[in-house]
């Protein structure tokens, strides 16, 4: 038989004192008169009978449950990117707050249903995730609710976004390469990546661009060229394959993310050029791929962890927080960069 749940009465009457005094004592109220000693006694007594608050009721009382959502299309099962809802736990629980996770996989229909269930059960906020920065239309019901936007660029929702300082990674990646001395035979590969969905290029490609045209020219000096492709190994072997059979010998690449590197690294090596001895490369993401490649990869951490962390702050800590929050983005230092040869 299932063990009863012990009552604040049951409390307040092992404690000798009214249940106005116990309810006092144990949700911390500081702002009545209790002796010491009854204080004492009702959390002695609270301890010897495992009395556990009942949240749900507290709740309803106090419009506060000590809970968050998050919900998002494929961050929870991507892997690395998973990193935010890592983020997103740790921060709650620095607030005493639990965090309910729920994962759409881009279903429109279940994500409206997650939002409204969570909305329903009370939650205190909810973030609002989707995998890489990008325009996207969060449900209605959010305008009206705490909310916070990760990652999602939409316009009209007067709600905190929380986005990677992608125009940061650009300038870093850039300036990776020109501290060492390198000015010419610089190459962009995936560069903005232009999509059916994004003709104009992805939006954290386009930022990247930005800054790494910034620093270029802060050095008087500017790209050699830009090829796109899609954030793939294999486009990234074939990009840099087709550079290297016009004739030309890169001496730095720029890549989009450590997937395209790892398609440099082939191409490059194919072709018995060193890195980084004949060609530097630095990338984004900072995955377990840049640890891997042989000589470790250069790139530009992104901040999972730390948005996922943000994201719940601004939640927990509103105050004046809507605008664009955008998470410093710093270069990661391995053995793919050196001064250019000769």
């Known amino acids: 038989m299932a063990q009863r749940r012990v009552t604040l009465a049951q ?11 116990a309810s006092f004592v144990l949700s911390g109220r500081t702002d009545m008169r209790i002796s010491p000693d009854a204080q004492r006694r009702v959390r002695e ?3 010897r009978l495992g009395y556990r608050p009942n ?3 507290r709740g309803l009382r106090t419009k506060v449950t000590h809970t968050f959502g998050l919900v998002s ?17 740790d921060e709650a629980a620095t607030h005493q707050h639990m965090l309910f996770v729920g994962e759409t996989q881009g279903d429109a229909d279940l994500e409206r249903q997650l939002v409204q269930e969570l909305f329903d059960r009370q939650v205190d906020g909810l973030v609002y995730a989707v995998l890489g920065p990008r325009p996207c239309v969060p449900p209605e019901t959010l305008r009206h609710r705490p909310a916070v936007l990760l990652q999602c660029i939409a316009d009209g929702f007067d709600l905190p976004k929380v986005m990677p300082d992608d125009a940061q990674a650009g300038r870093e990646s850039a300036r990776a390469l020109m501290v060492v001395g390198h000015r010419e ?10 999509t059916e969905a994004h003709p104009a290029g992805i939006p954290a490609g386009l930022a990247r661009m930005n800054g790494v045209e910034e620093v270029m020219a802060e050095h008087g000096t500017r790209l050699a060229g830009a090829l796109q492709c899609t954030w793939e190994p294999a486009e990234g072997f074939a990009a840099v394959r087709s550079l290297l059979d016009s004739g030309v010998r890169p001496r730095a690449l720029i890549c989009a993310n450590d997937r395209v590197a790892m398609g440099a690294y082939q191409a490059l090596q194919e072709d018995g050029l060193r890195i980084p001895e004949d060609t530097s490369v630095v ?6 791929l840049a640890t891997w490649l042989r000589p470790a990869l250069s790139s530009v951490d992104l901040p999972y962890y730390e948005m996922g962390r943000l994201s719940v702050r601004l939640l927990a800590e509103p105050g004046d927080a809507n605008g664009v929050h955008r998470v410093p983005m710093r270069m990661v230092a391995r053995d793919s960069v050196a001064a250019p040869a000769g």
């Open 73 to 89: 299309d494929i961050i929870a099962s991507s892997g690395y990117a998973g990193e935010i809802i890592r983020g997103a736990v």
């Open 11 to 21: 409390v307040a009457e092992e404690a000798g004192v009214s249940s106005t005094t």
């Open 55 to 57: 949240l749900t009721a």
């Open 185 to 194: 035979g610089v190459y962009a590969i995936g560069a903005h990546h232009r």
């Open 283 to 288: 990338s984004v993401d900072n995955s377990d």
């Open 45 to 47: 007594a609270s301890d």
